[in-house]
């Protein structure tokens, strides 16, 4: 069976530092992989999704970045966090070209 | 925009009541629709998914799906205070395999 792993669960960061968040999936090959972040009483919004190595797609620019250097591994980056960077951080994994998504259970940052 | 509009609630039902989530889409080929549910502080788990028109059911959960009308239902029977959470509809417009995520519903059963 597939399982998403997501660390740190929590992260209590200063602005203007930098950030690495991780996500690995273990059990499958070759998924599509999403980076998602929930704020506070809102809905998910979809930052990035990755078909493969070294494939990022941006959904809303801003100072986040994503890398994909292995198949099952997915990193959420900033050179420079801001306020409105808090958030409930999520990765999710889909089969190639799925549409069905599992998420992992989530980085909560706090940025103050 | 593909939109994915969801009541945000919370709906309040007695234990054992059955529970209706609704949710409209506004991507008329929208093919897949998806249900997760979220408890505070945790990520969003499948519960369903429905492709055609009509009714899925599994255990208490029922899917309802009509696309004419462009609207997705969930029902929960015997509703139990452990169904407490959040629930997310998700639909993916078509022409793209990445849904697109309602804000999401509250729901709480009270004993």
């Known amino acids: 069976s597939q399982t998403i792993h997501q660390w740190p669960a929590t992260l209590v960061q200063p602005v203007g530092s930098p950030l690495s968040l991780e996500c690995t999936v273990e059990?499958?090959?070759?998924?599509?992989l999403y980076w998602y972040r929930q704020a506070a009483g809102r809905g998910l919004q979809l930052l990035f999704y990755s078909v493969g190595i070294g494939q990022i797609s941006s959904e809303v620019p801003q100072n986040l970045s994503a890398s994909r250097p292995q198949d099952r591994q997915f990193i959420l980056s900033s050179k420079k966090l801001l306020l409105s960077d808090s958030g409930f951080y999520l990765c999710?994994?889909?089969?190639?070209?799925?549409?069905?998504?599992?998420f992992g259970p989530g980085t909560r940052l706090l940025v103050l | 925009q593909k939109e994915v509009e969801q009541n945000s609630g919370p709906l309040s039902v007695p234990e054992g009541a059955i529970a209706s989530l609704n949710c409209t889409y506004s991507d008329r080929g929208s093919q897949s629709f998806f249900w997760y549910r979220q408890y505070s502080g945790k990520s969003p788990e499948l519960i369903m998914s429905i492709y055609s028109n009509g009714d899925k059911e599994d255990g208490r959960f029922t899917a309802q799906l009509n696309k004419a009308s462009q609207y997705v239902s969930l029902l929960i029977r015997d509703s139990q205070p452990s169904d407490s959470a959040t629930y997310l509809c998700a639909v993916t417009p078509g022409g793209s395999y990445i849904p697109t995520f309602g804000r999401g519903t509250s729901l709480i059963v009270h004993p």
């Open positions: 999710a994994w889909s089969h190639q070209g799925g549409e069905t998504q599992y």
């Open positions: 059990g499958t090959s070759n998924p599509n």
